[in-house]
């Protein structure tokens, strides 16, 4: 039986683990932490449960396919966002709900002039932008630039010019006011981009969203996804071992023979796939010029996170599951967003209130709180001294933005600032979600989910193909074991 080493015990890693053990390979998951999942992890303390990092997801069939693919009808219960979430404006007293529904979504941009018809124009060029490349470029492999503009030319040529607009600039064209565009542009951040930086064509991910499966929520919540693969993996005899960080390799010729841990051990298979950052490793691990860290330095990397869960002894009122707190400054907020070397004034944030939806996650009468607020990765901002009262900036602000007193009522607390993200989970200077989404680090561009040099190492995750979000890391997870399927007969088996 052909083994298998998986680095990395995260939603990438795990779905290969599941993939590989159905075709018949003997599977171990190294895992640097104490528990599987990677950024779709929990944090719990004093009778609260948070979601640490993603709280919903779209594309759904994606789980579907996975579980398919390997005989096992898809184990989670999932429950349809609408709204899909809430968006609170500074100064503005109300929120705006983004429904699926047409009718009740158009009541709520009673602001915008002939809303209905700008919007199913503008969600019809969407659809076609996911349609359209679906197929020939999100999942695909590519052998080479060639082979990536091979499929390229297969995407109708009608797109070309919105490969290289903004999304912004998209949405001046498609809406009349600038809260319609300050909406329907807030998928960039999930890329942790903003819509200045952002090509136009991800205007796909609003179709994703609002049209295509719309989002969706893990009944039990989201690390439920982590303990049902866990279950199926154990079930099936692979092996998990934690608290093991890669810090070197062996190899001879063109194959790896060991990958060495930090206490030295060696680690022998047939096969290695890394659910680590593809680029990272290439450069810290295996000392590849192409990603030293001055090179690795000029990339394009998302926006890193600052989070802070907050147990709350009382009931919160004016929140939905998922909210999000904008200022009034959107396009010079934006324009620093990357950059600065200072925490952000007035910040932009997401409030996920998973309580709201599954009371379990709360002690009865109380109140689970997770803020997540983009910020400038590491390479910016080297470090976060002022985190605490960063913190408490942003609830004092959020607790004046809903008229609820937060300070006054916390129970339990947990910050944590990009270097505490960047330690936990090796991101690069704290990028959130890894490489960012330009033209030049797609398809092709991205690095390969297979190694250059080693034939029996590969790689999956949000920085290799296709990129970033749950749904895009499942997919990953097919592409790779395609191309392990591909190599198998050059794979000796002990």
Request: proline share 5%; net charge neutral; glycine share 8%.
């Amino acid at each position: 039986m052909p083994e298998a080493i998986i680095v990395g015990a995260g939603l990438g890693g795990l779905s290969t683990a599941l993939r590989l053990s159905n075709k018949g390979y003997s599977v171990t998951l190294l895992e640097k932490e104490d528990r599987a999942g990677g950024r779709l992890n929990i944090l719990e303390q004093e009778g609260f449960t948070f979601d640490m990092g993603p709280s919903f997801f779209s594309m759904s069939y994606e789980f579907d396919e996975l579980f398919q693919s390997v005989g096992i009808p898809n184990p989670l219960v999932l429950d349809k966002l609408n709204p899909i979430y809430q968006i609170y404006f500074r100064n503005k007293l109300n929120p705006i709900k983004l429904y699926t529904d047409i009718d009740s979504l158009e009541k709520e941009f009673d602001f915008e002039p002939d809303f209905r018809i700008k919007y199913e124009k503008y969600m019809k060029k969407a659809g076609q932008f996911f349609h359209d490349t679906e197929g020939p470029i999100i999942k695909q492999n590519f052998d080479s630039l060639l082979d990536y503009f091979a499929h390229f030319f297969q995407v109708p040529l009608q797109h070309t010019p919105y490969l290289f607009k903004s999304m912004w600039s998209h949405l001046e064209d498609s809406f009349e006011q600038d809260r319609t565009r300050i909406i329907f542009s807030l998928v960039a951040f999930f890329l942790g981009s903003t819509p200045f930086k952002t090509p136009s064509i991800y205007s796909l991910l609003n179709y994703t969203e609002l049209k295509n499966d719309g989002y969706w929520a893990v009944k039990g919540g989201m690390y439920t996804i982590v303990r049902e693969i866990i279950s199926i993996l154990e079930s099936r005899g692979v092996k998990f071992v934690y608290q093991t960080e890669i810090v070197d390799i062996k190899s001879e010729g063109e194959k790896i023979v060991a990958l060495i841990d930090q206490k030295g051990n060696k680690w022998n298979s047939d096969v290695y796939v890394i659910n680590s950052d593809a680029a990272s490793f290439r450069g810290k691990i295996l000392k590849r010029k192409k990603f030293t860290e001055k090179k690795l330095d000029n990339m394009d990397w998302t926006l890193a996170p600052f989070t802070i869960y907050l147990g709350i002894k009382n009931k919160v009122p004016n929140l939905m599951h998922h909210n999000y707190f904008l200022g009034d400054n959107f396009q010079s907020y934006a324009s620093k967003i990357f950059t600065s070397s200072v925490p952000p004034e007035k910040p932009y944030y997401y409030v996920n209130a998973s309580s709201k939806s599954d009371p379990t996650c709360a002690p009865e009468g109380m109140e689970n709180i997770f803020i997540l607020c983009p910020v400038p990765d590491l390479r910016f901002k080297k470090s976060w001294p002022e985190k605490n009262q960063f913190a408490k900036d942003i609830i004092r602000d959020f607790e004046e933005r809903i008229g609820f007193e937060i300070l006054g009522n916390i129970k339990t607390k947990i910050i944590m600032s990009p270097e505490d993200w960047a330690q936990k989970f090796n991101l690069y200077k704290g990028s959130g979600l890894g490489l960012a989404h330009g033209m030049n680090q797609v398809g092709g561009f991205r690095p390969k989910n297979f190694d250059e040099q080693f034939s029996n190492l590969f790689y999956v995750g949000a920085s290799t193909t296709p990129g970033t979000g749950l749904p895009m890391v499942v997919i990953s997870s097919r592409l790779v074991t395609e191309r392990i399927e591909q190599s198998y007969g050059k794979i000796p088996v002990r």
